[in-house]
């Protein structure tokens, strides 16, 4: 098991900013294919943005692109399994519990749903005003 720790989440108004991070500690040798997901109240979990190992290849969804960005930094050896997700222009339909999941990379597998990944967070609640 790899334990998956999401931060960053809250309040704020729209168009407001918030930065999500996710740490995957895992084996110091292994790096992980990294996602975000949303659910929000009586609705499915919905993917969000992913980033691939190396952080060559980012996935987004078309309606949040030019508002949320996926990143990591595997120049720092400690961090190398933490991704960030910024969040701008923030919208009250923005609301939902955020969760970051990890797994191990493999060819063919898809970044845009949750089966595909094999550890997950408890996840962060963001809560934006109108």
């Known amino acids: 098991q790899v334990p998956v720790v999401e931060s960053g989440g809250g309040l704020v108004q729209s168009g407001g900013s918030l930065r999500l991070s996710c740490a995957a500690s895992?084996?110091?040798?292994?790096?992980?294919?990294m996602g975000w997901f949303r659910q929000a109240p009586g609705k499915e979990r919905e993917f969000v943005a992913a980033?691939?190992?190396?952080?060559?290849?980012?996935?987004?969804?078309?309606s949040m692109k030019g508002r949320f960005t996926i990143s990591r930094d595997n120049a720092r050896d400690n961090a190398k399994n933490t991704v960030y997700l910024q969040m701008n222009t923030l919208k009250p339909e923005d609301t939902a519990v955020y969760y970051c999941?990890?797994?191990?990379?493999?060819?063919?597998?898809?970044?845009?749903?949750?089966?595909?990944?094999?550890?997950w967070g408890q996840g962060t609640q963001v809560t934006v005003s109108s």
């Open positions: 980033i691939n190992w190396s952080g060559s290849n980012t996935y987004d969804v078309a």
């Open positions: 999941a990890a797994r191990t990379p493999g060819s063919g597998r898809s970044y845009y749903t949750p089966y595909e990944y094999d550890y």
């Open positions: 895992g084996r110091t040798s292994s790096v992980y294919d």
